[in-house]
């Protein structure tokens, strides 16, 4: 965005008011309202508050070309399904890292459901498995980088058990999330800590250790 005391584009014959003030409120001169309205709201297609007085508020402001790129925080549910000294995990890759990462099943909690729902929904679409004894071990923030974009998570982290036990005895469990294949493994703590395998969230290690 350019300097708002510039010269106008348009040809308004004066220079136009000065907009920012040096604090959190973009401020209007008392003598033209409409003057703003006509050079810069009109001009620019900017979102701004409903006028009180002569203030606007400054974060209510934003560009139309980058209004629709902002980002939301997202708020999931992951589960580890200790058994002995393994979690269940899938792995994935980050190209732009080329580094492999594993992370423990789960999903995104949709508005109106629970944590406790929203993951006996996502194991039960993921791999088609119930699960029971679901205990809530606490909730952690997560500020990463993938592929080159910044994300940022609110993780609510989970143990549980499956209904059916015959799975804890099987390498790895087939599914699917969306429509991608899903492979989750059985993977021990010390293949973190010794062989060097990264777990993401990253800060998911010293969670699972301190409640080993």
Same mark, same amino acid.
């Given at each position: +965005? /350019?300097?708002?005391?510039?010269?106008?584009?348009?040809?308004?014959?004066?220079?136009?008011?000065?907009?920012?003030?040096?604090?959190?409120h973009i401020i209007?001169?008392?003598?033209?309202?409409? #003057?703003?309205?006509? =050079?810069?709201?009109?001009? +620019?297609?900017?979102?701004?508050?409903?006028?009180?007085?002569?203030?606007?508020?400054?974060?209510?402001?934003?560009?139309?070309?980058?209004?629709?790129?902002?980002?939301?925080?997202?708020?999931?549910v992951l589960c580890?399904?200790?058994?002995? $000294?393994?979690?269940?995990?899938?792995? $994935? =890759?980050?190209? &732009?890292?080329?580094?492999? =990462?594993?992370?423990?099943? /789960?999903?995104?909690? @949709?508005? /109106?459901?629970?944590?406790?729902?929203?993951?006996?929904?996502?194991?039960?679409?993921? #791999?088609?498995?119930?699960?029971?004894?679901?205990?809530?071990?606490?909730?952690? *923030?997560?500020?990463?980088?993938? @592929?080159? *974009?910044? /994300?940022?998570?609110?993780? #609510?982290?989970?143990?549980? %058990?499956?209904?059916?036990?015959?799975? =804890?005895? %099987?390498?790895?469990?087939?599914?699917?999330?969306?429509?991608?294949?899903?492979?989750?493994?059985?993977?021990? #703590?010390? @293949?973190?800590?010794?062989?060097?395998?990264?777990? &993401?969230?990253?800060?998911?290690? $010293?969670?699972?250790?301190?409640?080993?």
């Open positions: +965005m /350019g300097d708002a005391s510039s010269p106008a584009s348009g040809g308004l014959g004066e220079s136009p008011p000065r907009l920012f003030g040096s604090d959190s209007a001169p008392h003598r033209s309202i409409d #003057l703003l309205h006509k =050079y810069f709201f009109q001009s +620019m297609n900017c979102c701004v508050a409903t006028p009180r007085h002569s203030s606007f508020k400054k974060s209510n402001f934003c560009h139309p070309q980058t209004h629709h790129e902002t980002k939301k925080i997202r708020t999931l580890l399904f200790r058994h002995q $000294d393994r979690i269940l995990v899938s792995r $994935d =890759y980050d190209s &732009v890292k080329q580094s492999d =990462y594993y992370r423990p099943l /789960g999903g995104g909690i @949709e508005f /109106g459901e629970t944590s406790r729902d929203a993951l006996i929904r996502e194991i039960r679409e993921e #791999l088609g498995a119930e699960i029971e004894q679901l205990t809530w071990l606490g909730t952690l *923030e997560n500020l990463f980088t993938l @592929e080159g *974009e910044p /994300g940022h998570e609110i993780v #609510l982290i989970y143990d549980a %058990q499956f209904c059916d036990r015959t799975l =804890y005895n %099987q390498p790895h469990l087939s599914g699917s999330e969306g429509d991608k294949p899903l492979l989750a493994e059985w993977k021990s #703590l010390s @293949e973190f800590s010794n062989a060097g395998l990264r777990l &993401v969230p990253d800060d998911l290690k $010293d969670f699972v250790w301190g409640h080993s």
